[in-house]
């Protein structure tokens, strides 16, 4: 029986881990979560092996100090951009005489739904059910028990080039671990942050981490769209390193010392002496000219969120506003700049650890940390998948006891 999983965010500049024990009752209870360097990975892809099992084993190696069997129950995000989405719908007829939708009609409507032609090198990572069709009225949540001759399903289907990840998992399991799970970064960020009301209203989450930006999209609680770019806050660093004429290393420092998001709130008389970050820079700059370099390049990305806005005709149509998350959020100002860019509300998101056992209140101020968003979420929806298999194992036993009581005396 499973009694530790583990949410394990790879990064292109760092890997995010999280490990929780499973309680009897399927709750969590984080006992760690730490954060250590990656490599061997660009923009969410593997572009050397060698490096990224490496980088993992390292972190697999901490994991196995806390529990052996947790490395067997890794959730593992997966960042790249080369993940497509697009709605299948699956319809079937009624099976039973007296028109009862029962769970074979809605499994046989899923499983219609998910069976979509992609090229052999495409495979599905996520078949999402977004709402169910009784004899053409539609918006239901649950068919079940409910009456009529035809039912159909519409499922939001996210797919992955396999290559990628294959890589991905190989250094995985090369590192001595085992991926119990797969899921779409942007996705597991939205389920640590977003709240069922903000769902409901019409959200979107922006997902910023060092090599890549994701995005999900959520109206009347369900996921309208997700999308992933190959740029990240490592391009506000490359910038700078370019701008400054400083090592990557002392660029972003700079960045994360002295950066801002918005530049007409940050004084011309700011300055930053080069030399005092690393010995080897010279001169002079003022923070002003650091935060206009931030500033063009954070626009840049939400003028990428802009347009996936407009593709689904969301663009500026979002009660629930933006909400931002990854390692990117904590750039001062930056919910100001999503905002003006944006035409939303905009907040900075916090992972919701309020359902879950915390070890003591220093790993809970951890937690609470837009950058841990992705690993937390991974946990949670590896946490939801082992609930549903114990709940349906629950049900299968119920069955059959059932079934014996009729046939025993």
Known sequence: MTNHIVGLDVGSSSIKCVVAEVKRDNKL???????????????????????????ISNVLGEVRKISKNATKNIYLSVGCADARVQISRG???????DNEIDQNDISRAVEGSRAIPLPPNRLVLHAITREFVVDGIGDIRDPSGMLGNRLEVSSLIVDAFVPTIKNLTKCIETAGGGVAGLILSPLASARSILSKSQKELGVILVEIGF?????????????????????GSGNITNDLAIGLKTAIATAETVKLSFGAAIAKEVSRRDVIELSKIDPK??????????????????????DFVNNELKRIGRHAKLP????????????PGIAELARQELRLS???GIPDISGLEILNSELALQLEDPEYACALGLLMWGGDKLSESRNASNSMKGFFKNLLDNFLP
């Open 281 to 302: 820079a010279r001169g002079v700059v003022t923070r002003k000219f650091v935060s206009e370099i931030i500033e063009v390049r954070l626009a840049e990305i939400f």
């Open 91 to 97: 319809s079937v007829a009624v099976s039973r005489a």
């Open 29 to 55: 209870a984080i006992t760690h979560a730490f954060k250590m360097p990656s490599g061997g990975l660009r923009k969410g892809i593997v572009d050397d092996i060698g490096e990224a099992t490496y980088a």
């Open 211 to 231: 090599g890549r930006t994701g995005l999900s999209v959520y109206e009347e609680n369900k996921l309208l769209h997700t999308a992933i770019f190959p740029v």
């Open 320 to 331: 629930g506003g933006v909400v931002i998350a990854g390692g990117g959020a904590k750039l």
């Open 346 to 348: 905009s907040q900075i």
